[in-house]
């Protein structure tokens, strides 16, 4: 069976597009005429279905530890998450697996932008963005931190705005409490990039560092006990985050925002957002627009202590 | 790493998709879609199972003292049963059906065989309230621009349309076929269309809902056309108004000549009508189809009158016209020179104007989903796969589709139709192909599966498949017969 039959493909009652094949599920949205809407569309879901059987192939090779002169893989979305996860592997193990979501994201729109002409698009591979944002055209991003039972406006703990004038054109989350194993304890990170493959390696990167080895409140298991095929191999991977003591909090943070920091002076990022137990910090250029994260708290009587880096 | 994964003896390996994880009991895998479950590969998306106590019970009365504690189910607990929606589908076909249930109903153990279907040969019969015209027959259906299906043969009070099957899903362009599978998918899903025909009129539509012809939504079917109006109103003119013209596109009806005139004595009034005359008091054509009084072009009543014979007719003489529907309407009364003079409707003949109105009902879009289920699927339900065609021929086999019951076409195959307004929500969905995916459940007596070389090895007890995480329990319907009492032949 190939993608062509496997995939499902579904316009959503308020005209976004579902794509879910296997693992891969994608949120479409675009804004223009009708028209190229349903070209762009189309062309999405004809290239969707490749994806997964594109990818498959050369699964080995994607699992394996990035090194500074990987073997390039041959498929476009397995080259673009190799080249994203290399400015990381000096430093980290990384595997291009780090940036799949965000890889697959930046194909769908690449599709879609090559093929119609639309003053917005974004492609949402569960939580890992990229957008298209024609002159003057914008898009407000909410955070979500947890996750809530019933989703409404009061379930945000924050919102920015992306701008055609900004350079960021990818948005991912990782966490330990996403869908992906985690090796560090955040809640969420969110990274804004100039790609989203590079934000979806980035915000992994950053995830990983909020950490607090030792910490007895920290349950973590080897990756292959959970997912034998795991790209994590015998790493631990976090499963669990006690109370957590204000200094710890901020301890973990600070790491998470030490390698955010750096990578943000290497260019690889935007600006980043890191959430743990409450506490919410970010981090972003100097005379940008307003990250307003700390407006909606997750828990209000930790608000004051929200910092900024 | 080298790709080479040494599994645990406890993992499975999944096969729903290329990635082939291998997953843990009790864990999912890279799509949190599927899982291991006590060493069994299972689907974790909601799979909908209807529960019979909750349509039931929901209009039950507590009985038992203390309300409070009491949920409004009955004692016995609920019934399930297991719906394709949601099921997942095989492919290919030769594997058995995702889910192969077996449950008791009535003392008899009943087995039913749920997937979801991908269907090419498929496509809608709309069937539209409204004697307007949409367009003439064999014209195109555009959606989008593209051809999507045509305007078919008009029944009593309603116009048709077939949309979809496979010459407009996989015969035409990509385009063609894209716009078709959307258009099928929306209606399917009760959403609302915009379609229009060619040299005819737009429509909005959706299943169950009024449907809106050149923007003008349509409240009502006509009662009857011009002649029938006339035989099922006569009685009532009779004494209160010396001629009738019920006004239609299809029969515009005349009182005085009307068989139903003749026998209430109702005198002769000259009046000559445009158009051409089929039997006694019956018309046709006597305007242009449109969408004004009675399914026809004209606003002006008179229009279609050519004159009274002046020998015949009187001056004074009392005329009623009225649109098949009751929605127009207008009272003359003859002057001198026998010229009609309108004048205000009197109560008496109010009344049966506005019992026509009554006898028209509410203007409904009816959408009946129609595909061949008679290819490989059935390879999911038997190895052998005529048996399966003849057990639902000779009502052994009970067909529902998201627990509706289906209409099955005599003759070859198992070919099939659904009302999808007694279907639950969002029941369908598609495939790139394009085709459509539409849940359908096979439910017959364990022992008939068995004699048709039914996949017995794969059959799992209902407690066991409501048991599985992730579904979503919805009410049966009320209007549904329950899908597990046997189709009415012998087990």
Known sequence: MTGKERAQICLLRDGRLHLNDGPIDLIVDATGEAGEIGAAYAAAASRFVEILDELCSELPLLRAK?????????????RRMTK???????????????????????????????????????????GDIAIHLSHGQRYRIGIVSGLPDYFDSDSLSGSFDITSEDPSRG?????????????????????????????????????????????????????????????????????????LSRDEIS????????????????????????????????????NSRDWDASSTPVNPRQDREACHA | MTGE????????????????????????????????????LVRL???????????????AVAFLGNAKDWDGTLVRGPEHFVTAIGAGTTYPDYKPAPFIVSSKFDG??????????IFSYCGVKVKIDTDRYIGAERSLVRADGEAVGHVTTSEYGSQMLSLGGVHHLTGGSRKQGTATCETLLSLCNGKEVGLTVDDGASLLIAAGKPPAIDGNLEERMRVGCGSATIGIFARQWAGKVDEVVVVDDHITGVLSEHQAGKVLDTAPTGIKIAGRRSTAGRYFQVAEPGTSWGGTNITDPLSIIKGFNAKVAWPGLRLLMVSTTGEQFAYFELDEALHPVEKELPQSLRESVDRIRENCEPAMTSVLFMCGAGGSLRAGVTENPVRLTRSIKEKITRVTCGGAPAYIWPGGGITLMVDVTRMPANSFGYVPTPAIVAPIEFTLPVEAYRAMGGHMDCIRPLADVIADENQQKIAMRAENPWPLTTAGGKP
């Open chain 1, 171 to 243: 948005i991912a989350t990782s966490g330990w409490k996403g869908r992906s194993f985690s090796l560090g304890i955040a809640d969420a990170i969110t990274v804004l990039a100039r790609t989203a493959a590079m934000a979806d390696a980035a915000a992994t990167v950053i995830a990983n560092a909020v950490d607090l080895p030792g910490n007895p409140a920290i349950v973590s298991v080897p990756a292959c006990d959970l997912a034998p095929d795991s790209d994590l191999g015998h790493l631990l991977v976090t499963r669990h985050v006690g109370a």
């Open chain 2, 5 to 40: 994964i040494l599994a645990p003896e406890d993992a499975i390996r999944c096969d729903a998709c290329p990635v082939a994880c291998f997953i843990k009991p009790g864990r999912a895998g890279a799509c949190d879609r599927y899982g291991n479950k006590d060493g069994k």
């Open chain 2, 108 to 117: 008899v153990d009943m087995v039913t065989v749920v997937t979801e279907g």
């Open chain 1, 251 to 286: 301890l973990a943070l600070s790491k998470g925002s030490a390698v955010a920091r750096d990578l943000h002076t290497r260019k690889l990022i935007d600006s980043a957002a890191l959430s743990l137990q409450g506490v919410i910090c970010t981090l972003q250029p100097e």
């Open chain 1, 84 to 126: 994203a996860v290399q400015p990381f592997a000096r430093e980290v193990f990384i595997t291009p697996m780090a940036a799949v979501a965000g890889s697959v994201a930046e194909e769908i729109l690449s599709v879609m932008t090559y093929s119609a002409k639309l003053s917005r698009i974004s492609v949402n591979n569960g």
């Open chain 1, 66 to 78: 990035a090194g500074t002169g990987s073997t390039m893989p041959a498929g476009p979305i397995a």
């Open chain 2, 45 to 59: 998306d909601p799979h909908v199972i209807l529960e019979r106590s909750l349509a039931q019970g929901a209009e």
